[in-house]
């Protein structure tokens, strides 16, 4: 299931599906009644898709959802056999889609029309959703022409309305009132749908944020049926308020590979972006930005090293970065986690990306293809909290 790992490149990505588990089980338990949709785009947030639907799906989850029609293929391709949700909508790829039982949202008229086409090609009728723009305006149909939109799906007999949903843009904030009125919104088309005879199926607007956040935005769409975390299954907090008790389901870990000594006044790595104040060493992992670690992490991160919090040194490279050990017992071949969990170390991927100045989303999907991902079925819960 995962990458080939090479021994002389130490650097990988330890997944741990007991952890994606029971982060599904904690989104079960706040959903209540509603069902969960769980989101496995941009290959799971770099997990996997693959594995990581298989673990979902023993775990007792119904439905997935993906960006892309590309995605949907290749779970398809493995076998995964639930109901998928492609997200971004399909258009030129309409008849795959509808050949491997994917569910398109309809955003626009293309999709529509693309949609219509390979339906009625196929003699079937093909179920889809469709995104309601009520504050993102990224994708999703603008609430002034959502009910033309919604009407023309629902008199196509080629075509199902299976459901309707929006995004919220600002979930994630102590102050949920834009939430609020994204969901006023919702509701006055849905209100408006209704009373022209539509139904509008398997209502959804609760993702990560919003679940954590309880009643008051996870709860205030009477008739939702559905929910649709994608962050919290992998065990990241979308906020600092938001997201207590979530199990990190990645380690990032690389090894020491070179050490050297150096006298105070010594200078580190492209640039000489650093200086040593004092005698001291340095401590080369094998691990640049060429396997994700951004170049904003250049004296500014840290990594956990034989017990301590080491501090990134010098300017990150595309296959090194370099820490300053100091004193710590530091050897050739000694493990180095990025972020995420052991025994005895923990240092969370929303405080890596802080460091990076970046967002944990970021770190999570940008390792390269030579990063392989090792799964592990347990995971230890007892491993300590920063």
Not at 38 to 56: N, Q, S
Not at 150 to 177: C, K, Y
Not at 228 to 256: E, F, I
């Amino acid at each position: 299931m995962g990458r080939h790992v090479s021994e002389d490149r130490p650097t990988r990505a330890t997944i741990h599906l007991g952890a994606i588990r029971a982060n599904f089980a904690m989104a079960r338990r706040l959903a209540g009644t509603r069902d969960v949709i769980a989101v496995v785009k941009a290959d799971a947030y770099g997990h996997g898709a693959v594995p990581v639907a298989r673990t979902l799906a023993t775990a007792g989850c119904r439905r997935l959802a993906v960006a892309s029609l590309g995605e949907g293929v290749a779970l398809r391709e493995a076998g995964v056999a639930l109901p998928i949700l492609v997200l971004g909508g399909v258009q030129a790829g309409a008849e795959q889609a509808l050949a491997l039982g994917l569910t398109p949202v309809v955003h626009h008229s293309g999709h529509l029309e693309a949609a219509l086409r390979a339906a009625r090609a196929r003699g079937v009728r093909w179920p889809v959703q469709v995104e309601i723009d009520t504050g993102m305006r990224r994708m999703g149909v603008a609430p002034e022409e959502a009910i033309r939109l919604l009407e023309s799906v629902a008199r196509e007999s080629a075509l199902a309305l299976e459901g309707v949903f929006t995004h919220f843009a600002r979930a994630d904030e102590l102050d949920l009132s834009p939430s609020l009125e994204q969901l006023s919104v919702l509701r006055s088309v849905l209100r408006q749908a209704r009373a022209r005879g539509i139904d509008p199926g398997l209502v959804h607007a609760a993702q990560s944020a919003a679940l954590l956040a309880g009643g008051t935005l996870a709860d205030a769409l009477p008739g939702a049926g559905a929910v649709r975390p994608g962050l919290l299954l992998y065990g990241v907090r979308p906020a600092p308020h938001l997201g207590a008790g979530l199990a990190p389901a990645m380690t990032l870990s690389t090894r020491v590979v070179h050490l050297r000594k150096l006298r105070g006044g010594d200078a580190v790595g492209y640039a000489a972006l650093w200086h040593a104040r004092r005698a001291t060493r340095i401590a080369t992992l094998a691990l640049g930005y060429a396997d994700g670690l951004p170049i904003a992490a250049s004296n500014r991160g840290h990594v956990w090293l034989r017990g301590r919090l080491l501090p990134l040194v010098g300017r990150v490279s595309m296959d090194f970065v370099t820490v300053d050990a100091g004193d710590a017992p530091v050897e050739i071949g000694d493990v180095a986690i990025v972020f995420g969990v052991t025994p005895g170390a923990a240092l969370p991927v929303e405080e890596a990306a802080r460091a990076a100045q970046t967002l944990p989303y970021e770190l999570l999907v940008r390792h390269a293809a030579r990063v392989p991902r090792v799964y592990e079925d347990s995971f230890d819960a007892a491993a300590p909290a920063r």
